[in-house]
């Protein structure tokens, strides 16, 4: 691989399961910098990746502030996560981001989408604002948890344009909610499950725009996290590299 890969992996013990997790990053062909962050915390089990808007000094200020934000956070709330907690710490990293751009003329924001890990171990919250995704491999079905906070979602869900049109393709880049939005949108709050067995995928879009669904899926079934973030990074350069791209895998399996 190439491009100035960046990888982190982790393993952590709860009450229940064993979590395995593994994240990595790839500037791509298009860009000279990377502006999408990713955090792998060393000690808890959680992980959060951001996708900048844009190219510019904004777009690097947003990530920097968004993730920082949101893992401090975390770590403070530990062990009481929470619905609410989680809503206060996306609320932080949304005044966090508007004031990295304040008195900026560039647009300063940023996509947001981590999971949290309760303790026990069998319940997780995502949380998301935009359009970087989480995905959730279930025996062997691959679906995708989140939805995205653009216009094109919103147009192929009531049928505004078809999928492949070239108005979708203009409405991707429209995003609907992201941190440093001015009106502070709140962030999607999912609570989830894990099982043994169950893998999750964070992305940002220079993963899920540029590899399908069934590499995406091999990528993640019996591969080690930390081979299934290489494959998938991998499979982004190979399809033109077009955008930053970053991946974290996390997979769960019985307690050891």
Do not use: K
């Not at 990746?49 to 200020?61: F, I, K, L, P, T």
């Not at 653009?150 to 070239?166: C, I």
């Amino acid at each position: 691989m190439n491009r100035n890969e960046s990888h982190e992996s982790r393993r952590f013990t709860l009450t229940g399961l064993t979590l395995e997790v593994a994240g990595g990053s790839v500037v791509g062909h298009r860009y000279r910098d990377n502006y999408d962050v990713l955090h792998v915390d060393a000690t808890l089990p959680f992980a959060v990746v951001a996708d900048g808007m844009g190219d510019g000094e904004g777009s690097r200020r947003a990530g920097s502030a968004a993730v920082p934000t949101f893992a401090a956070l975390v770590r403070e709330a530990w062990p009481e996560i929470r619905a609410d907690r989680l809503r206060t710490v996306a609320d932080a990293v949304q005044a966090a981001v508007l004031e990295a751009g304040r008195g900026r003329p560039q647009l300063t924001g940023c996509t947001l989408t981590g999971l949290v890990v309760e303790p026990t171990g069998g319940q997780g919250w995502v949380v998301q604002l935009g359009d970087s995704r989480a995905y959730r491999l279930r025996d062997d079905l691959l679906e995708l948890a989140t939805i995205d906070h653009t216009v094109a979602w919103l147009g192929v869900l009531h049928g505004w344009y078809p999928t492949d049109s070239p108005a979708a393709a203009r409405a991707r880049y429209q995003l609907t909610r992201y941190a440093g939005h001015p009106a502070a949108p709140e962030a999607d709050l999912l609570a989830v499950t894990l099982r043994p067995g169950d893998t999750w995928l964070l992305c940002t879009d220079g993963v899920s725009d540029q590899v399908s669904y069934h590499v995406m899926q091999e990528a993640l079934t019996g591969s080690e996290p930390a081979d299934a973030v290489r494959t998938l990074l991998r499979a982004s350069l190979d399809a033109g590299g077009i955008d930053n791209a970053s991946a974290v895998v996390l997979r769960a399996s019985p307690a050891r």
